[in-house]
T-cell receptor, first 112, second 115 residues
Framework: DQQVKQNSPSLSVQEGRISILNCDYT??????FLWYKKYPAEGPTFLIS?????DKNEDGRFTVFLNKSAKHLSLHIVPSQPGDSAVYFC???????????FGTGTRLTVIP | EPEVTQTPSHQVTQMGQEVILRCVPI?????FYWYRQILGQKVEFLVS????????KSEIFDDQFSVERPDGSNFTLKIRSTKLEDSAMYFC?????????????FGEGSRLTVL
């Protein structure tokens, strides 16, 4: 039962270009979405979040877009840097829930 | 910067043995979580804990699992009789805000290998 899906297991991007990571969800009760970054041998690190009352949230090089009607969100990283190479997890939660549902992750490789 | 710490970083155990994974959450956080990630798979929710009791748990968190906050700083996950399929990376997390709204701060994980 995969309520949060990241259909691209990997993505390679040239340094300086835009990285776009996609995430789809099935549960219409989800109303809060987060992106986490994970390096090998480390725990996930919070990147950016968005509430369902918004369709865009920006933090420096990172922007998250939410399309509620399509149940789709994306993370844009621009410009991409080699240090951005990591696994990116999309996560979602619903009102009253006390846990996050994670996607399977997308491994981003930024090529210098 | 405050961080969540987990011990051990790696534990190897025989099937059927009991395992205790330890976590020290960030000191002023009130919400605590355990997640796990089987190699190559997604990060899966196990349990959340608030006010000295379980607030939510997943189907994975069966009677073999238990959590405890034995003192004011530690948060432990016990697996009573480990199975091969319990082999995974176990992540502890804490948050200052509940309801899945706050940023979860994760530890570096404890890798459990069941032989």
């Amino acid at each position: 039962d995969q309520q949060v899906k990241q259909n691209s297991p990997s993505l390679s991007v040239q340094e300086g270009r835009i990285s776009i990571l996609n995430c789809d969800y099935t549960n219409s009760m989800f109303d809060y979405f987060l992106w986490y970054k994970k390096y090998p041998a480390e725990g996930p690190t919070f990147l950016i979040s968005i509430s369902s009352i918004k369709d865009k949230n920006e933090d420096g090089r990172f922007t998250v877009f939410l399309n509620k009607s399509a149940k789709h969100l994306s993370l844009h990283i621009v410009p991409s840097q080699p240090g951005d190479s990591a696994v990116y997890f999309c996560a979602a939660s619903g009102t009253g829930a006390n846990n996050l549902f994670f996607g399977t992750g997308t491994r981003l490789t930024v090529i210098p | 910067e405050p961080e969540v710490t987990q011990t051990p970083s790696h534990q190897v155990t025989q099937m059927g043995q009991e395992v205790i994974l330890r976590c020290v959450p960030i000191s002023n956080h009130l919400y605590f979580y355990w997640y796990r990630q089987i190699l190559g798979q997604k990060v899966e929710f196990l349990v959340s804990f608030y006010n000295n009791e379980i607030s939510e748990k997943s189907e994975i968190f069966d009677d073999q699992f238990s959590v405890e906050r034995p003192d004011g700083s530690n948060f432990t996950l016990k697996i009573r009789s480990t199975k091969l399929e319990d082999s995974a990376m176990y992540f502890c997390a804490s948050s200052g805000v509940g309801g899945g709204r706050g940023e979860l701060f994760f530890g570096e994980g404890s890798r459990l290998t069941v032989l």
